[in-house]
């Protein structure tokens, strides 16, 4: 099946304790797509200015994206953000956002975008999420958003996602969105607005996903050395979704969506070794499964009956 | 093989958004020795007062805890704790500490409590800790600690750390101790400080456990209503070294200590459902079996081998 992006496509700087980069691809549907592109056929969707040149397409075709609906704005900068991390790499600080094209984009799909059977709606305001939704005759569509369009856009938020069948979010998220402390208790109400599955990102602790049959717990791979943590959540939706996209059909069943969580797991794992999208670009798929392997070897026990003193 | 824990023994008055309770069975050495004792043979250490009377040594007694070894105080008040949480349960703000007997507790373990071939050494003062050590001849032992002992009793800590083959502790926790913001590498440099397994509490996020063979990561049971977290880490440790003591023998194997790992989730789930000791006084063990099984199904996934777009 095709899957098909849309979201920012962005200039990154980015600033750590080991290091710091000024230019950097970047931008959830680029982190998302290039992690995508290992499962199924990709098309990306977003709006770049004139400093977006060859060099940035060449990345991406290298991975085989589809670039064609990428809206090039004559005269206009690519979206750009810079940021900093502690050393504690879970504390980031924006220094700078500059939304550039990214301020009057209108997503338009062609008509190869509109007919993917799968389409992920990365964090762009609600309405344009919407829009995008009511063109796209996709049978299985993800949603990611942000504490910002929480804050000032809730309806919006809500109807967008009572449009899709699934909610990829924070678990920091998914509390805000419906002002319940209690993640498990969160995720019913996020369900309770129509989505059948709703997937917790939960950094270093790892992911859950949530469905009205049950709950799937997944830890983190277990990164010593994680170089930029920038985008790692964009490359597990786009490993999630790309898993769910090379299923040949029909509704994905629980099972898939377990394997797909522990993709989306390994993608993000690699994401975080180097900055941007450096590590994504050097990735093989032999790779990916070795991770996922080892993520079925890292959460597997045995649930050995005891002789229990009760 | 008999099981021995030494730690606080406590009353505590709990505030929650739904509930309050004014006086409670608590204390480490109390949640860690009712949990354990589905397991194995536990024999609890620790002082009381004068006010620690027929009732609660009934609690300890319907579970089979052996309480020759509690040492009481003449004249002297049980340990005190009152503590608020909020309605994210997971910030808590201590009210009140009166150490009372336990401030000038002194150890001593009797024939039965040395000969135990287990030991947990709960969360008090680490020189107290390697006195209790020393006196015991355990073939497998672990501890417990706090940030107030990293803060003062650093170096003390660390050298009981060297004597112990399993250490205990939340995340936080772990990252303190070592200075160390990522966990793999703080787990890592407490494992260069002796013990050969490390086991970190993430609360609702599950737990993880490092050994220098690797790393097994286990998600939290998804619990919408929890009433009162006090003493889920000290039901978490219950049900690992129970588990860990309920083997016949030798050197714990990676299988045995992943098999504990869920149980000790399991027991910490059930301590969460009601006011301190008040679920695990009922609970069977028939129903921890089924969530031990339940969090198997949780954590289930199949690395179904795809074909890589590479």
């Given amino acids: 099946m095709t899957l098909c992006v849309v979201g920012s496509i962005a200039f990154d ?13 970047g931008g959830a549907a680029v982190h998302f797509s290039m992690a995508a592109s290992f499962f199924a056929e990709t098309r ?6 004139d400093d977006f040149g060859e060099e940035e397409y060449a990345v991406l075709h ?73 063109q796209s005759d996709a049978r299985f569509t993800a949603l990611d958003s ?17 449009m899709v069948d699934c909610v990829i979010l924070n678990d920091g998220e998914i509390r805000q969105l419906t002002d319940e402390p209690n993640l498990v208790r969160a995720a019913r109400a996020v369900l309770d607005l129509g989505p059948r599955v709703v997937v917790a990102k939960r950094g270093e602790h790892g992911a859950a996903m949530y469905t009205r049959e049950g709950v799937f717990g997944l830890p983190a791979y277990p990164t010593a050395d994680v170089v ?65 392997e080892e993520l079925e070897r890292i959460s597997r026990f045995e649930a050995a009956p005891l002789v229990l003193r009760a």
Same sequence: chains 1, 2.
């Fill in 13 to 25: 700087a980015v600033e750590t304790e080991t290091g710091k980069r000024d230019r950097l691809l």
């Fill in 62 to 134: 290298a991975r085989g994206v589809i670039t064609d609906d990428i809206e090039h704005v004559p005269g206009g900068k690519t979206f750009f953000w810079s940021g900093r991390y502690e050393r504690d790499v879970n504390v980031r600080h924006t220094l700078q956002t500059d939304l550039n094209v990214f301020e009057h984009f209108e997503p338009k799909l062609s008509a190869d975008s509109r007919a993917a059977e799968t389409l992920f709606l990365a964090n762009i305001q609600p309405d344009l999420q919407r829009a995008v939704r009511e």
């Fill in 228 to 292: 930029d943590p920038t985008g790692a959540g964009d490359s597990f939706a786009g490993g999630f979704m790309g898993c769910v996209a090379a299923d040949d059909g029909g509704e994905p069943t629980d099972e898939l969506l377990r394997t797909a969580m522990a993709y989306g797991t390994a993608l993000a794992s690699f994401n975080v070794e180097a900055f941007g999208t450096e590590r994504v670009q050097t990735l093989t798929g032999g790779e990916i499964a070795g991770r996922v």
């Fill in 146 to 162: 942000m504490n910002l369009w929480i804050d000032i856009a809730h309806d919006s938020l809500v109807r967008t996602i009572g």
């Fill in 44 to 49: 990306v969707i977003g709006p770049v200015g």
